[in-house]
């Protein structure tokens, strides 16, 4: 068989490989629509995190390759995505404008057939939230550096919203600026990542003023109407702004990864990996804390982070945020709670909800 009849035989296999796939897309996309329809009927929710997550799961696992978990992951998300919208398009609030890693990890958590709305700030986002302006609400909670983002712990104290799920991002950040930009007058960025690029900023460009802004988009909205302006902030800004990029992977640390969660008025329903968020508070007593979370240790449920943070209403008071492997359903996470509520000066559950990959 000559090359050229060989690439012919593979590009046939190939169109009528393309030619099933669009069939079957179209009718998942279709049997959705059925879903969507039984659902408005029972008055559920369109966004099922914990089903995705079990579809997600089980599809990396039954892979063969040559697809990464990653690109397999990243693909039915998207089909989710497509599918999820033929029910109803549903709407996400997060830190504009656009280009912010929230915008990111927004897209990652529900794929692109979304409508996103540019919240002016992290409390902002919480209160679309809530007003039910914005179905979702996708923050930042911690990062790998520069540990929790504050304001998005305080606000976890007294929100209605809970917990519905999470997903860790790669933080790589960029120095952008205008084409031919000369030496820069001040350099602006989310406060965050001020620090988070701190080293490199202080060796490459000493003394020159950092000035923080309400996200690392709006710095470099700001980048782009002042040439005397650089701007820390991630690469798919600089198409958004008219910037170039100056400089890749400036982060001081390269795993530099933050956390951010999804804000929802509904509890999430077990997937089979879970994660439950608690927050409390003890009466300052020695011993009180190790006391409190002994129910977890007797129970054999382990703690992936615990973390203080002062009390505004007390001077040397704290509260103390845990996550706990398990959903709050699971009998020994539900017992192990009371128990630890019981030993509480203050107690909420924040959410349970799908572990990120």
Not at 137 to 154: F, R
Request: net charge negative.
């Amino acid at each position: 068989m000559s090359a050229k009849s060989t690439l012919e035989t593979l590009r046939a296999r190939i169109d009528k490989i393309d030619h099933e796939l669009l069939g079957l897309i179209n009718e998942r996309i279709s049997l959705a629509a059925k879903v969507g329809t039984d659902k408005a009927i029972r008055e559920e929710s369109v966004y099922r995190p914990e089903r995705e997550a079990q579809i997600i799961d089980r599809l990396v696992q039954e892979n063969p390759g040559p697809l990464s978990a990653e690109v397999t992951s990243f693909i039915f998300r998207e089909i989710i995505s497509l599918a999820r919208c033929a029910e109803t398009q549903i709407t996400i609030a997060a830190l504009g404008p656009s280009g912010t890693f929230s915008e990111q990890a927004a897209y990652r958590l529900f794929g692109h057939q979304i409508s996103l709305v540019e919240a002016i700030s992290i409390e902002d986002v919480f209160r679309l939230a809530e007003a039910g302006e914005a179905l979702y609400g996708v923050v930042p909670v911690e990062n790998s550096t520069e540990g929790g983002v504050n304001s998005t712990l305080d606000l976890l104290l007294d929100t209605p919203l809970v917990i519905s799920n999470e997903v860790e991002l790669k933080i790589i950040h960029c120095l952008l600026a205008q084409p031919g930009a000369g030496p820069p007058a001040q350099i602006a960025a989310h406060q965050q990542a001020l620090a988070q690029c701190r080293q490199w900023l202080a060796a490459h460009y000493p003394g020159v003023p950092l000035v923080a802004k309400a996200s690392n988009a709006d710095a470099a909205r700001s980048a782009g109407a002042d040439k005397t302006t650089y701007a820390v902030a991630s690469a798919t800004t600089a198409p958004i702004y008219d910037l170039e990029i100056k400089v890749r992977n400036i982060e001081d640390n390269p795993g530099n990864t933050t956390r951010f969660l999804v804000l929802s008025t509904e509890m999430v329903g077990r997937s089979g990996r879970d994660k439950t968020s608690l927050v409390m508070s003890n009466t300052n007593q020695p011993g009180a804390l190790y006391q409190q979370l002994a129910p977890l240790a007797d129970a054999g449920i382990s703690m992936t982070r615990i973390e203080s943070r002062p009390m505004r209403a007390g001077l040397w008071e704290y509260v103390f945020f845990v996550d706990v492997e398990g959903h709050i359903e699971d009998s020994k996470v539900e017992a192990a709670v009371e128990a630890i509520k019981k030993e509480s000066a203050f107690f909420k559950v924040l959410g349970s909800y799908p572990r990120g990959l």
